[in-house]
């Protein structure tokens, strides 16, 4: 069965610095995709991020890259520059062969000024 | 563009009662929409995928009498959760997929749902 874990359950960084939030996934397809989301107090999901599990390049949004690691099943944020306004949850999330998405526990993130 | 609205965004209701949660692609047509319901400090976790024209697809442990899916059109899909009770007070999400090659589902709001 395909499962995603999110072994930081908080993590402080400084704002403009750079910071990792930690992904592994498991999953025995060959097929699937990995998003993150982030979920502000307000509660809403707000798509971030996708890469496609076999897409050579990692995938790039502003200042979010997806550090993607096939071979270790690893699938991690990395936000630079941090700004305030990154304060949130962040859900690491895979999508199974029945387009259905498998969410992580969430990592909260708080960006001191 | 992949806008999606929920309505409402908060309901209080008493026991016993039903509410209906409406969830709409704004710009585009979704042929898919999913529920998830949050706990606090939690997770989501899927509760059904609604497909449209036919009958949601629940997720094992949801019940179907209780939590009722309707998705009539390409861009509506609604949730009633029938004879509510204070253990259904969670926070409900609905998302939908472009349908594009990366399936990315786009979420709404958010309903804060309260039963007292």
């Known amino acids: 069965a395909q499962k995603i874990t999110q072994t930081q359950p908080g993590m402080f960084v400084q704002e403009k610095e750079a910071v990792t939030l930690d992904c592994t996934y498991d999953?025995?397809?060959?097929?699937?995709?990995l998003f993150w989301y982030k979920q502000p107090s307000s509660g809403e999901m707000i798509f971030l991020i996708y890469q496609g599990s076999y897409d050579e390049q990692n995938a790039t949004e502003g200042r979010y890259s997806l550090n993607f690691q096939k071979a270790r099943k690893s699938a991690n944020l990395v936000i630079s520059a941090s700004q305030l306004g990154d304060s949130a949850m962040y859900f690491c999330?895979?999508?199974?062969?029945?387009?259905?998405?498998?969410f992580g526990s969430g990592t909260r993130l708080l960006v001191r000024p | 563009g992949a806008v999606v609205s929920q309505h409402p965004s908060r309901v209080i209701c008493k026991s016993g009662t039903s509410v209906k949660i409406e969830c709409r692609s704004l710009d585009f047509q979704a042929t898919t929409m999913f529920w998830y319901r949050q706990f606090p400090k939690q997770s989501l976790m899927l509760m059904a995928t609604s497909n449209e024209g036919s009958k949601a697809t629940y997720e094992q442990g949801v019940e179907k009498d209780k939590f009722l899916i309707n998705h009539a059109s390409l861009t509506l899909s609604t949730l009633t959760v029938t004879s509510a009770h204070p253990e259904d007070s969670s926070f409900y999400i609905c998302?939908?997929?472009?349908?594009?090659?990366?399936?990315?589902?786009?979420f709404g709001p958010g309903t804060r749902l309260t039963v007292l």
């Open positions: 999330a895979m999508e199974d062969s029945s387009y259905k998405l498998i």
């Open positions: 999953t025995s397809d060959q097929s699937y995709g």
């Open positions: 998302s939908a997929s472009l349908g594009d090659s990366t399936d990315t589902q786009y």
